[in-house]
């Protein structure tokens, strides 16, 4: 790591600093849930995990605020180093706020003596990385190329197009004789090192080609 994505994680990690207190309460109060009212261990995780992935993406608000970026890049900081610290810092806050966050939860559960089964936990922290670093990969080239205010719009025309999405591939799932209840029951039946190393590739495919979008982009962007 050269010392411009150094000193731009440093920017970041100072910025998510003025927020600890908005998520310290969050924390707390999916916790209080948790062992009150037995809310959902995965939802819980997710829940704190995409806030915290959330932010990634407010950083690129902050930058652009009165032209912050064009001032960014008159120090010796490349497009291309800004492009891989957003990347890498949505892949950091993201993955250590979902560990940090499973093993507080975990503790907190052993400490009021409820089950949890350990492999339906372990899919269930990995379904949730899964879905924060996809977050990232679409959310980090429409914010890129879009701003804040028109990222917004985009962002949900993006959710709508994977809704749709979805709703044709099970159609013609349908169409082939294919029940969703049995394909998901073929994945369930399949050992976890396949599915973790199938999702893990998949995810590596997915991100490396957004980082290329929005790397094209940035060149492309005048600040």
């Not at 309460?25 to 009150?36: A, D, H, P, R």
């Not at 936990?121 to 379904?127: D, E, K, N, S």
Request: charged content about 15%.
């Amino acid at each position: 790591m050269n010392r411009a994505i150094k000193g731009l994680m440093i920017k970041d990690l100072r910025l998510l600093k003025n927020q600890k207190q908005f998520f310290v309460v969050v924390i707390g109060l999916t916790i209080f849930l948790v062992v009150s009212m037995h809310v959902d261990l995965a939802f819980s995780i997710g829940y704190i995990t995409m806030m915290f992935t959330f932010f990634t993406l407010s950083t690129l608000t902050y930058d652009e605020y009165e032209n912050g970026a064009t001032y960014l890049f008159t120090l010796p900081i490349t497009r291309k180093d800004y492009v891989r610290e957003k990347y890498l810092f949505g892949f950091w806050v993201g993955t250590v706020s979902c560990s940090l966050t499973s093993l507080i939860i975990y503790i907190v559960d052993i400490v009021t003596k409820n089950e949890i089964d350990a492999k339906s936990y372990l899919v269930g922290i990995g379904a949730v990385l899964v879905m924060a670093w996809l977050l990232l990969a679409v959310e980090i080239p429409v914010q890129l190329k879009f701003g804040h205010d028109k990222g917004k719009m985009a962002s949900m025309v993006s959710l709508v197009l994977i809704v749709l999405i979805v709703i044709f591939l099970k159609s013609i799932a349908q169409l082939a004789g294919m029940e969703l209840a049995n394909v998901i029951e073929r994945i369930a039946g399949l050992d976890i090192k396949v599915i973790a190393l199938i999702a893990i590739g998949g995810i590596i495919v997915i991100l490396y080609t957004s980082y290329r979008i929005s790397l094209w982009i940035v060149q492309k962007r005048q600040f």
